[in-house]
């Protein structure tokens, strides 16, 4: 029996999710977060041979809530569940510890075949992601995605959706004077001297959307 936490802010989603794994006889659905603090403390109780967590959450965000995991628990299993085909983004999952990266807009087969292979020791990325990183990989120009850490991404993202010091700060557990820090950083591996020029190189890789 393959034993999974499941972990989205959205409940008809969580249910969702639920319902398709257990319809499997290997599959188990043994508790449900829906937060990324909620998720943490699960994990350290529970164990479980899979963790699928939700990329967007308020609060502590799932790659945030993913480099903690990692951090204490190497050989965690976890399928970031994301609304984002993005190449940045699933890199970033990747590069931070995650062992699957699946789309929500994937077809329960492939959700099913994800939780399995993770289980099973192998990665995984929905089909749409895999063949977007292989276009990715033609192209020799230089990104976000290539340059930053997991947690210089996340921070480039917050920034660039306008979000203050304080509220970053808050949102992934450290310091006013880290933060400070990583802007520094940002600034100098990215080549930007202004928010604006940051907020255009957020949007010219899909980072973030007008909408």
Do not use: C, W
């Not at 319902?19 to 599959?27: G, I, M, V, Y």
């Not at 967007?56 to 569940?81: D, E």
């Not at 895999?130 to 480039?156: C, G, K, M, W, Y």
């Amino acid at each position: 029996m393959i034993r999974v936490i499941l972990v989205d802010d959205h409940v008809v989603v969580r249910t969702g999710v639920k319902r398709l794994l257990e319809e499997q006889a290997d599959l188990r659905v043994i508790a449900e977060a829906a937060t990324g603090d909620d998720a943490y403390k699960l994990y350290q109780q529970y164990q479980p041979d899979v963790l699928i967590l939700d990329m967007n959450m308020p609060g502590s965000s799932g790659l945030a809530t993913l480099g903690q995991l990692i951090a204490r628990y190497v050989k965690a299993k976890v399928i970031m569940f994301s609304m984002h085909t993005e190449v940045s983004f699933a890199v970033q999952a990747i590069s931070a510890g995650a062992k699957g990266y699946v789309l929500k807009s994937s077809t329960p087969e492939e959700m099913i075949q994800a939780v399995r292979q993770v289980a099973a020791g192998k990665s995984y990325l929905s089909a749409e992601v895999a063949q977007n990183i292989a276009l990715h990989n033609l192209s020799q120009e230089n990104d976000p995605t290539r340059v930053l850490t997991p947690r210089e991404f996340e921070i480039f993202r917050l920034l660039a959706e306008g979000a203050e010091v304080d509220m970053i700060a808050s949102t992934l557990k450290i310091g006013h004077k880290t933060v400070a820090n990583y802007q520094t950083q940002l600034k100098h591996k990215l080549n930007i001297h202004t928010p604006i020029q940051l907020v255009r190189l957020a949007l010219k890789h899909h980072i973030i959307s007008l909408h």
